[in-house]
């Protein structure tokens, strides 16, 4: 066989499988390191409605991130030059979200956030092939504050790690609570140890804690405050009380109420579904993150059944639409392609042996973003 | 700030600070002795909280689970000393970094391939749960008032035996030239093997004892063992007394720098920003006063080699 029929049944095998697989999703997401959990259950639930839904002319590539901005970007640029993906989605991090998604939707791509939603991508620097399907980052944090108001505490400490979505997280709290604080503490970035904080929390006089934590630091603080003996009622965003923490805080969260936009006892069959299939999937209850995964490989399917990514008029219109079935129920899109959405107050709970979270109220109807305003797109 | 409170803070900086020296006191050994950086010492720290964490599940009790920890910290670090480090002690410091470097992948994936990517559960024992009353009036955790015993215990150990024992002789002599005690007839790769494994015991004990308190999860060990550097630079590399001046240091700069600074802002700007400026110089802190103490004494507090 020469090498010129060598090549000609390459190219020909190569014609076969680009035929098969007519879409190519990119997913960029954390699976090592310390916030690998997080990014495993955004692939999880991601793949998990690719699966149900059976079809095979999408192709998803799936790369970890290593929560590091330079590997994103590399990847990103890799999965755009050569792989050449039609859509991007998959990113944890607020700070990787920045160094991505600009680049990403300035060269045409669209970006569909299965969770980092910063503040700046959901004002001035919307883009109509940037679609954020899980929350605009201060959301979960403004319902903490609606339900601190509507509780009527008037001393709540406050608490966030000093970087842009711990300011943004004091921010949005503020925003909805509007009253006198105790006190308001930004921690290092990463910091394990809050028996200082802890302290300063006794010492305020504060008749609530609010916090926001996210990963490894949300447990050792939970754990530290729990043997402590301050004994306060305590709120958060959900992502401090998410279905693999709280395996590890253990007893230390029982009653913690958290903001969220989704729960696994949310009342509707897509979620229903989504729980269940789920469990039997991986063996495990999903997360919010599998559940914002979940949810935009759904609105993905929605909407490549009206239009190819190629024609990318109608493409954006179909997302748009978000006519699919939301694990989270009511689901739109305002005008800078962020959810209009209720956002939820949970408790935690102990079910048998397995720690997990209830709805307990509805802390905002209806709820878009505080940037909507400052964004172009009309 | 009341006195209650800034004595409650001096009392988290001990606590912190004599955690860090754990640490820092097998970091330094193995740095004195056999000229090794290790990288490698915080994924050590992290089996020790795994090792733990997996023990306390199976039986309930603590103890156990901190013996587990000591003992599985130690057999990987005599493990890791004869199969990889052994074969670098003639090598550069950039040699050592490099193949170190690799172990704490190694043993981060390695973890996770066994334990996945969730934190582990490991908490405070029954019996140390809850606050005590001291004198003066400071409800503070029991836990923590017991790691401040334990880590003072293990500072008089290290003491002792670093200048009451044999052994201690034999790894001050060490320290001092390595060709001539092997020339007096000391097994000198023994004594290697025992010291690294003495050193990774402690970082393994550290691990278990601060993984009570805090989350025990893959790459736990890597921002403590950025700290457990500084604090033997501080110290000065390869004095035992340094390393435990140095950590107290550290963890009083640290823990009353995230406080007091803050405080020191609000005086002159308005506290939204006073608590971002603040808590900005706070994690300098530590850093500055590194920085400070090189310029005082370039070789450290207890540096003996200029």
């Known amino acids: ?378 | 700030m009341s006195p209650i409170l800034l004595a409650e803070q001096v009392l988290n900086g001990l606590q912190s600070g004599v955690m860090l020296f754990l640490m820092a006191a097998g970091l330094t050994l193995i740095f004195g002795v056999m000229g090794l950086i290790n990288l490698a010492h915080g994924a050590l720290y992290m089996v020790g909280a795994f090792a733990a964490a997996t023990v306390a599940g199976l039986t309930g009790s603590f103890l156990l689970a901190l013996v587990a920890a000591l003992a599985a910290a130690a057999a990987a670090g005599a493990l890791v000393e004869t199969l990889v480090i052994r074969r670098l002690y003639a090598r550069d410091h950039l040699d050592q970094v490099l193949a170190t470097f690799a172990l704490i992948l190694i043993f981060s994936e390695g973890t996770r391939w066994v334990f996945g990517s969730f934190p582990l559960y490991l908490d405070v024992p029954d019996a140390l749960s809850g606050t005590v009353t001291l004198p003066g009036g400071i409800a503070y955790p029991l836990y923590r008032l017991a790691l401040i015993v334990i880590g003072i215990a293990v500072a008089l150990g290290l003491w002792w035996l670093n200048s009451r024992t044999r052994l201690g002789i034999r790894i001050r002599a060490g320290e001092n030239d390595r060709e001539m005690i092997a020339a007096l007839g000391v097994d000198i790769s023994k004594l290697y093997t025992l010291v690294f494994a003495l050193g990774a015991g402690l970082a393994g004990l550290a691990g278990a004892l601060v993984g009570a308190i805090q989350s025990v999860q893959v790459g736990m060990g890597e921002p403590v063992l950025i700290l457990a550097f500084v604090v033997i630079v501080i110290g000065g590399i390869g004095s035992i007394r340094g390393a435990l001046i140095g950590a107290l240091l550290v963890g009083l700069t640290d823990t009353l720098g995230g406080v007091l600074l803050p405080e020191l802002f609000r005086l002159f700007i308005d506290p939204a920003s006073a608590a971002t400026a603040g808590s900005a110089f706070a994690s300098m802190a530590i850093y500055v006063l590194m920085a400070a103490v090189l310029v005082w004494r370039p070789t450290g507090l207890f540096g003996g080699r200029a």
């Open chain 1, 1 to 378: 066989m020469s090498i010129r029929t060598l090549l000609a049944a390459a190219s020909l095998a190569a014609l076969a499988a680009s035929a098969q697989a007519e879409v190519k999703v990119g997913m960029i997401t954390t699976l090592s390191g310390g916030g690998a959990s997080l990014g495993i259950d955004t692939r999880d639930g991601f793949l998990l409605a690719m699966q149900k839904a059976g079809r095979d002319d999408v192709e998803v590539i799936v790369e970890d991130d290593q929560q590091k901005p330079d590997v994103a970007v590399q990847i990103a640029d890799k999965m755009i030059q050569s792989e050449k993906v039609d859509i991007l989605t998959g990113i944890v991090w607020s700070n990787l979200a920045m160094a991505v998604v600009p680049a990403a939707t300035a060269q045409g791509k669209f970006y569909l956030s299965t969770n980092a939603a910063p503040a700046q991508l959901a004002g001035k620097g919307c883009n109509p092939n940037y679609f954020a399907v899980s929350y605009q980052n201060d959301n979960l944090h403004e319902a903490a504050g609606a339900y601190a108001k509507s509780e009527g505490f008037t001393k709540p400490f406050i608490m966030a790690p000093n970087y842009p979505a711990g300011q943004d997280s004091l921010n949005g709290f503020k925003r909805f609570y509007g009253g006198e604080l105790a006190g308001e503490v930004y921690t290092k970035l990463g910091q394990t140890d809050y028996a200082s904080e802890i302290a300063q929390i006794r010492a305020s006089g504060a008749d609530s804690i609010f916090f926001f934590l996210p990963g490894g630091m949300g447990i050792s603080f939970l754990k530290q405050f729990a043997d402590s003996g301050v004994d306060l009622p305590v709120m958060g965003p959900a992502f401090s009380f998410d279905q693999n923490i709280l395996q590890a805080v253990g007893d230390a969260a029982l009653g913690v109420k958290n903001g969220s936009n989704w729960s696994k006892d949310l009342d509707n069959e897509a979620n229903a579904a989504f729980v269940s299939g789920f469990e039997e999937a991986y063996g495990r209850l999903p997360s919010l993150y599998a559940a914002y995964g979940y949810d935009t490989a759904n609105l993905l399917l929605s909407a490549l059944d009206k239009a190819e990514p190629s024609d990318a008029e109608a493409f954006r219109a179909a997302l748009k639409e978000a006519a699919f079935d939301s694990v989270r129920g009511e689901f739109s899109f305002d005008t800078n392609q962020h959810p209009i959405q209720d956002i939820y107050i949970r408790e935690v709970i102990q079910e048998g042996d397995v720690f997990t979270n209830k709805i307990v109220a509805t802390a905002l109807e209806d709820r878009s973003s505080a940037y909507v305003e400052e964004c172009s797109m009309k």
